[in-house]
């Protein structure tokens, strides 16, 4: 069933931000296709009109020429936090691309978040702004759960977007995310993308709202071994098993020779080093936790 999409007008498409990495957050549209079944962002449902289900709709934002980019200058510009603005529908509408055409110029220090390779048509112009930082969401190798899990391109086309990125001197990051308990190998991942990417980020699978119930479904269907540990995670709220990973993974990252839970920004070392593997487990209470601890 194609989704339901219409364009609507807004004042302004960049908005202050309360995000620890950037100072405005900008969304090209409301809503995404890619209809991840753990997808964070549902949220957003509530301050739309729709009554269809999340990944079903799909709302084009409109906006007049931003007017004096160049107050941007120096700012960081986070763009999808909510939305991935390239979504299939963005090879239509082209929203994103004419964000950054107005943008050109402006000295803003971009970070595109994607599942997708479409962000290769704009790499060229993505290239022209300083700093600027594209991640790609992957939780798995396996193209099988990646199918079971959201619409967007293959596992392979991300990686290879990466690459090409890479190779061409934009700083990139792999978002290693969510992390489902004993499915998402995180090595292997790290193995297979760290030769194109400047930055890890790590974070746990977090199940609340709607898409609980959905995912422990899933789980109890096609991984019913694993069922009992996600109910003691996720109904018990037992956080064994993330600090047990963490372990792990701290380990492999000094064996791998990764600097692991240090400063996250990436755009001050140097783009040949390797990746810096940052754990976000918990969020902002683990953060503060192992400050200085690992």
């Known amino acids: 069933m194609e989704p339901i999409t219409k364009l609507i007008g807004t004042k302004n498409v960049i908005t202050k931000s309360n995000l620890p ?19 964070y962002a549902s949220f957003m449902k509530r301050f739309t009109d729709h009554p269809e289900e999340w990944g079903t709709f799909l709302d ?30 963005e090879e239509t509408f082209g929203r994103t691309r004419a964000l950054l055409e107005q943008l050109r110029g402006s000295g803003a220090i971009l970070s595109i978040a994607t599942k997708s390779d479409l962000i290769l048509r704009d790499l060229n112009l993505i290239k022209s702004f300083p700093n600027a930082r594209v991640s790609w969401s992957i939780n798995t190798l ?26 061409a001197g934009i700083r990139t990051t792999c978002f290693i995310s969510p992390i489902f308990p004993k499915i998402t ?12 990417c400047n930055l890890v980020w790590l974070e746990n699978l977090n199940l609340r709202g709607n898409y609980k119930p959905v995912i422990m479904k899933y789980i109890a269907e096609k991984y019913p071994k694993f069922l009992p540990l996600y109910e003691k995670i996720y109904n018990y709220n037992d956080r064994g098993y993330w600090y047990e990973l963490n372990e792990e993974l ?29 754990n ?14 690992f």
């Open 21 to 39: 990495v950037c100072d405005f957050s900008i969304n090209p549209y409301t809503g995404c296709t890619h209809a991840c079944k753990y997808c």
């Open 60 to 89: 084009v934002k409109m906006w007049a020429e931003i007017k004096n980019p160049q107050k941007y200058g120096g700012k960081e510009l986070f763009i999808g936090s909510v939305t991935d603005p390239y979504q299939p529908a």
């Open 142 to 167: 396996d193209e099988n759960f990646k199918n079971d899990m959201d619409s967007a391109v293959s596992i392979e086309r991300r990686i290879n977007a990466m690459k090409e990125f890479h190779k």
């Open 185 to 196: 190998d995180v090595k292997a991942i790290i193995r297979a993308t760290k030769e194109f």
């Open 250 to 278: 701290k380990e492999f990252c000094a064996e791998e020779k990764l600097p692991y839970l240090r400063d996250d920004d990436s755009v001050k070392r140097p783009f040949d080093e390797p990746p810096v593997v940052v």
């Open 280 to 293: 976000y487990f918990f969020h902002e209470e683990v953060k503060k936790s192992v400050k200085g601890k």
